[in-house]
């Protein structure tokens, strides 16, 4: 027996023992280059000292090196393996779900009442064949009131406390505004088309306000618009008369009564019988019976004229309501101001 063999042995026994203990894989790396590493590998620095051998011993020297060698190839991939499903499995039980735990709640957000409202007064009055436009908020002294029969100087005007701009004209009249209502899109409406027109607008106005319950200075409006040959008064009792079942229910009567706007000729506030006491007096109607709910009227023909329409040959009527005092009443809500608090309580109620 030569040295070179009891090396081999020691060789193999020494590195399997070590090979036992390693329980990652950066020390399994260590260990493949310290005992087969190609250079400075222990086995590999035997094997080369095979030639050396007297020529008697060389043939079992070389048996004995190549079982060592698939030996440790052997033991080592066999390593490999143990501590790559170590890890795996490690990683498993680390990142596994507990499908048992209940899930977060995740916030669902929902429509605010006003927007809700908006909509269900849009789809009452769709299947009559009227479209949607919206319209700006900053608005022209002359599309909120002049063209619409408010002149400066009217007292009219009072009855729409103005936010005005900051910017003055050569003549030092402030021109801007924050729209005080809708209907300002009924002139620019009439001036960018010809009749027939049916359309809604939705969108938010101001007001110079001291708020109050029933009070807020900024809040919603839609505003209605119908012009066409031969439109009368008759069509806007039943156009309203059918937005006030579909949106109050099929039993709902109305009440028409005269009232002053000035782009209206005649003027109404529509008033309908109160859901809530059907008509007897209660809380809600103030012990009226009623409600009002919008006003409207025939487009006043000097309005027609203005934007070039022929009176005598095309009508209309407009209308305008409050979102947020339609919510209050279906709802029994006692406060406007609670819309616009954004407080969670109120909101996810609706
Ligand atoms: N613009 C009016 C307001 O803010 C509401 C109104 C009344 C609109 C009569 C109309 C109408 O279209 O015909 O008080």
């Known amino acids: 027996m030569s040295t070179l063999t009891d090396e081999l042995t020691d060789v193999e026994s020494s590195a399997l023992a070590e090979l036992e203990r ?7 790396e260590e260990w493949r280059v310290t005992w087969q590493g190609r250079r400075q590998g222990r086995l590999p620095k035997l094997l080369e000292q095979l030639p050396t051998l007297p020529i008697e011993d060389r043939r079992e020297a070389g048996q004995l090196a190549n079982r060592v060698r698939t030996a440790l190839e052997n033991a080592y991939e066999e390593r490999r393996a143990v501590l790559e499903h170590a890890s795996v499995s490690q990683r498993l039980s680390a990142e596994a779900i507990d499908v048992t735990l209940p899930g977060r709640r995740v916030p669902a957000g929902g429509l605010h009442p006003t927007t809700q409202t908006l909509r269900e007064i849009i789809d009452a009055f769709k299947p009559m064949g009227f479209t949607v436009v919206e319209g700006p908020e900053v608005e022209w002294d002359y599309y909120n009131f002049e063209a619409l029969n408010i002149p400066a100087d009217h007292p009219a005007r009072d009855q729409w406390d103005t936010l ?7 003549d030092g009249k402030r021109p801007l505004l924050l729209r005080t209502h809708t209907s300002p899109m009924q002139v620019r409406i009439m001036e960018a088309q010809e009749p027939p027109i049916r359309v809604l607008v939705p969108g938010r106005v101001f007001r110079h306000e001291a708020t109050d319950a029933s009070h807020e200075s900024v809040f919603f409006q ?6 066409d040959r031969g439109i009368t008064f008759a069509d806007l009792k039943g156009t309203l008369y059918a937005f006030a079942r579909r949106m109050f229910g099929p039993d709902r009567r109305v009440r028409f009564r005269c009232d002053f706007f000035p782009f209206v000729e005649p003027g109404v506030d529509m008033a309908i019988d109160c859901f809530a006491c059907k008509g007897n007096g209660c809380r809600v109607c103030s012990q009226s019976g009623w409600l009002e709910i919008m006003g409207a009227g025939m487009v ?10 022929d009176p005598d040959e095309y009508t209309g009527f407009a209308f305008g309501m409050g979102p947020e005092r339609i919510a209050m009443l279906r709802h029994g809500i006692d406060d406007i101001r609670h819309f616009y608090a954004n407080d969670l309580n109120f909101l996810e109620q609706f």
């Not at 390693?22 to 399994?28: F, K, N, P």
Request: net charge negative; no cysteine.
């Open 22 to 28: 390693i329980s990652d894989r950066d020390a399994l």
């Open 164 to 170: 005005w701009l900051d910017i003055e004209d050569d």
């Open 222 to 227: 839609v505003e209605g618009l119908a012009i």
């Open 300 to 309: 006043h023909p000097k309005i027609l004229q203005r934007v070039g329409y």
